[in-house]
């Protein structure tokens, strides 16, 4: 019997060294894992705004030297002088690039839409722009090139005041008017930077001069005196003062005519300071970190709240009675106009049209991105909690995705879900755009897939059948939380309403764990042809829930977040690394 004992004693003890080693040895595992790069990058050089002029199958063309190819008389005795081969073709990538990013995301000029003073809100001017960092440009090779030129042409030397990027979008409500940088010896050279235009998307450059018609009126009246084509390499000089109008693209051209105006002197005394609506935007670094600061200010902000009395109506999924929370009210206006100014100090970057038939993402064009660690410390997120103990009967819940969305009437948003179909969460949309009224539009819509019944055979990808299950208008401060694998998609406002469409979004998952895991396959998404295949393998297993439960799962929470944290700093820096140091 004690022999017996004995061996099953040094069986247990065998045992449980080998537990201890297969343990010791899983951990020393992952701590490796943390400690070697994450995303194996292949080319030192980014692939995606790198010129290989061997990537086609002919020989690119010669690009002719810089010259002016029109001197235009434009009215009041002004001219404008049209520069061909302004960019060198070497150079552009890299121009594009530099134009495009910056330590500032774009300000939405039109944020302050009022349909009672348009002087209240930039109407008709360009409604996303960004002041691009004067130095840079001034010590750029574009400038080193053309600054000769533009100082021949004049006559004088010039002194860069200031530099603006403006994008602009079919249907955006342009008019003709003078450059609120208007002033005596000054001039603007103004690039296209949007090398993609054909023959038919518009976006041309016109001057005005007032002209008289006799056989129509008496009056004096605009009238189109000279019109500039957009070509990617072409920049156009002419007086600040004088009338212009940037015609937005076509309806035909799906992304935005991007422009850089750099506004100089002749008066090389003047120590004027130029600026505009995005001067005094903060740079990302510090937006950022002055979101997490956000406090509600009114006397009754710690109110208590009867969400049942604000309950509005409550919609289900047939197929699986996954539901729609509709709440109107929980928020008063002076705590709406807090939050939105909040936001919007934060400004907004561009994702661009995906041109993609099939619905794998919203395709929201403009949103800003906020920090889930940064938002848990506003006073909005209390509330949030709050809200969701009441939905859902757990205060567990974690934000893994915090954004500000900008809708307009030309965008093309896509139905799509927010998660999976094993992933149990909620999204959260508070809407914030004041007099949107339901004849303008901009409905948030829910969807359910029905059985092929032919037609997707017939016309392939994004020919997908739904019906729709509800709907519901952006009313100012309404709330709705709904189970977000429903697929959804946000209708964009009538062409009649020239503001945004602006709704706060909060995705959140059950706990702390399951929001870091989403975060975590979500990043690695981003980069999976990249990662290596140990790290394939480990994505796909988060993404369909294997390491969900902590009990089951070898992964810690801790591992999981310092996974998160390095990959996020991993991906940062490659990304910085994009952007070539001089154009």
Same mark, same amino acid.
């Given at each position: 019997?004690?022999?017996?004992?004995?061996?099953?004693?040094?069986?247990?003890?065998?045992?449980?060294?080998?537990?201890?080693?297969?343990?010791?040895?899983?951990?020393?595992?992952?701590?490796?894992?943390?400690?070697?790069?994450? %995303?194996?990058?292949?080319?030192?050089?980014?692939?995606?705004?790198?010129?290989?002029?061997?990537?086609?199958?002919?020989? !690119?063309?010669?690009?002719?030297?810089?010259?002016?190819?029109?001197?235009?008389? %434009?009215?009041?005795?002004?001219?404008?002088?049209?520069?061909?081969?302004?960019?060198?073709?070497?150079?552009?990538?890299?121009?594009?690039?530099?134009?495009?990013?910056?330590?500032?995301?774009?300000?939405?000029?039109?944020?302050?839409?009022?349909?009672?003073?348009?002087?209240?809100?930039?109407?008709?001017?360009? !409604?996303?722009?960004?002041? $691009? #960092?004067?130095?840079?440009?001034?010590?750029?090779?574009?400038?080193?090139?053309?600054?000769?030129?533009?100082?021949?042409?004049?006559?004088?030397?010039? #002194?860069?005041?200031?530099?603006?990027? /403006?994008? %602009?979008?079919?249907?955006?409500?342009?008019?003709?008017?003078?450059? &609120?940088?208007?002033?005596? #010896?000054?001039?603007?050279?103004?690039?296209?930077?949007?090398?993609?235009?054909?023959?038919?998307?518009?976006?041309?450059?016109?001057?005005?001069?007032?002209?008289?018609?006799?056989? $129509?009126?008496?009056?004096?009246?605009?009238?189109?005196?000279?019109?500039?084509?957009?070509?990617?390499?072409?920049?156009?000089?002419?007086?600040?003062?004088?009338?212009?109008?940037?015609?937005?693209?076509?309806?035909?051209?799906?992304?935005?005519?991007?422009?850089?105006?750099?506004? $100089?002197?002749?008066?090389?005394?003047?120590?004027?300071?130029?600026?505009?609506?995005?001067?005094?935007?903060?740079?990302?670094?510090?937006?950022?970190?002055?979101?997490?600061?956000?406090?509600?200010?009114?006397?009754?902000?710690?109110?208590?709240?009867?969400?049942?009395?604000?309950?509005?109506?409550?919609?289900?999924?047939?197929?699986?009675?996954?539901?729609?929370? %509709?709440?109107?009210?929980?928020?008063?206006?002076?705590?709406?106009?807090?939050?939105?100014?909040?936001?919007?100090?934060? #400004?907004?970057?561009?994702?661009?049209?995906?041109?993609?038939?099939?619905?794998?993402?919203?395709?929201?064009?403009?949103?800003?991105?906020?920090? !889930?660690?940064?938002?848990?410390?506003?006073?909005?997120?209390?509330?949030?909690?709050?809200?969701?103990?009441?939905? /859902?009967?757990?205060?567990?819940?974690?934000?893994?995705?915090?954004?500000?969305?900008?809708?307009?009437?030309?965008?093309?948003?896509?139905?799509? &879900?927010?998660?999976?179909?094993?992933?149990?969460?909620?999204?959260?949309?508070?809407?914030?755009?004041?007099?949107?009224? !339901?004849?303008?539009?901009?409905?948030?819509?829910?969807?359910? $897939?029905?059985?092929?019944?032919?037609?997707?055979?017939?016309?392939?990808?994004?020919?997908?059948?739904?019906?729709?299950?509800?709907?519901?208008?952006?009313?100012?401060?309404?709330?709705?939380?709904?189970?977000?694998?429903?697929?959804?998609?946000?209708? &964009?406002?009538?062409?009649?309403?020239?503001?945004?469409?602006?709704?706060?979004?909060?995705?959140?998952?059950?706990?702390?764990?399951?929001?870091?895991?989403?975060?975590?396959?979500?990043?690695?998404?981003?980069?999976?042809?990249?990662?290596?295949?140990?790290?394939?393998?480990?994505?796909?297993?988060?993404?369909?829930?294997?390491?969900?439960?902590?009990?089951?799962?070898?992964?810690?929470?801790?591992?999981?977040?310092?996974?998160?944290?390095?990959?996020?700093?991993?991906?940062?820096?490659?990304?910085?690394?994009?952007?070539?140091?001089?154009?």
């Amino acid at each position: 019997m004690s022999y017996l004992l004995n061996q099953r004693l040094s069986a247990g003890i065998v045992i449980f060294l080998c537990l201890t080693s297969v343990i010791s040895n899983q951990q020393n595992k992952f701590a490796k894992l943390l400690q070697r790069p994450i %995303i194996q990058v292949k080319n030192a050089e980014d692939v995606r705004t790198a010129y290989d002029p061997n990537q086609f199958d002919f020989e !690119p063309i010669k690009q002719a030297p810089m010259q002016i190819s029109k001197v235009l008389n %434009i009215g009041d005795g002004n001219k404008a002088w049209v520069i061909d081969n302004a960019v060198a073709f070497k150079d552009f990538m890299q121009f594009k690039e530099h134009v495009r990013s910056g330590d500032t995301d774009f300000t939405f000029a039109h944020q302050n839409f009022s349909k009672l003073n348009n002087q209240s809100w930039n109407a008709q001017s360009a !409604p996303w722009i960004r002041e $691009m #960092n004067l130095t840079t440009f001034r010590e750029s090779k574009v400038w080193k090139r053309l600054q000769p030129f533009v100082e021949e042409i004049l006559g004088k030397k010039v #002194n860069l005041q200031y530099s603006e990027i /403006d994008f %602009i979008r079919c249907l955006d409500p342009m008019k003709p008017m003078t450059s &609120p940088f208007c002033g005596a #010896n000054k001039y603007i050279l103004s690039f296209f930077v949007t090398d993609t235009f054909k023959l038919n998307s518009y976006g041309q450059l016109s001057f005005y001069a007032m002209s008289r018609n006799p056989n $129509m009126s008496n009056n004096s009246q605009l009238e189109v005196t000279e019109t500039v084509h957009p070509h990617g390499f072409r920049a156009t000089l002419w007086p600040a003062c004088h009338t212009v109008l940037f015609r937005a693209p076509s309806v035909n051209f799906f992304q935005h005519l991007m422009l850089l105006h750099v506004v $100089m002197t002749t008066d090389l005394n003047s120590d004027e300071v130029v600026t505009s609506p995005a001067s005094f935007a903060s740079n990302k670094i510090t937006a950022m970190q002055e979101f997490g600061n956000f406090k509600f200010l009114n006397e009754d902000r710690n109110r208590v709240i009867d969400y049942g009395k604000h309950l509005t109506r409550t919609l289900y999924d047939g197929t699986k009675n996954r539901p729609i929370y %509709i709440f109107d009210d929980l928020f008063t206006l002076n705590e709406l106009i807090q939050w939105r100014s909040h936001l919007c100090k934060a #400004n907004a970057h561009l994702n661009g049209f995906d041109a993609e038939p099939s619905e794998s993402h919203d395709n929201v064009q403009w949103m800003k991105s906020l920090s !889930p660690e940064k938002f848990l410390r506003t006073s909005m997120w209390p509330r949030l909690q709050s809200f969701m103990k009441y939905v /859902d009967n757990s205060s567990n819940w974690f934000p893994y995705d915090v954004a500000l969305n900008y809708i307009r009437a030309a965008d093309h948003t896509r139905i799509h &879900p927010d998660a999976r179909n094993n992933e149990e969460e909620f999204t959260l949309l508070l809407y914030l755009s004041e007099g949107l009224t !339901p004849n303008e539009y901009g409905e948030t819509a829910w969807v359910v $897939m029905k059985k092929d019944d032919g037609v997707l055979g017939y016309i392939g990808r994004g020919g997908e059948v739904y019906e729709t299950i509800a709907a519901v208008a952006p009313k100012f401060g309404r709330l709705v939380a709904f189970r977000n694998n429903i697929e959804h998609s946000a209708h &964009p406002p009538s062409s009649l309403y020239l503001g945004g469409r602006f709704s706060f979004a909060v995705k959140v998952a059950k706990n702390r764990r399951l929001a870091y895991i989403k975060r975590l396959y979500e990043l690695m998404s981003d980069w999976s042809d990249q990662l290596s295949s140990q790290m394939q393998i480990l994505m796909r297993q988060l993404m369909y829930g294997k390491h969900d439960n902590p009990l089951v799962s070898k992964l810690s929470d801790d591992f999981i977040e310092q996974l998160f944290q390095k990959l996020t700093k991993e991906s940062s820096d490659i990304e910085e690394g994009y952007v070539v140091a001089q154009f």
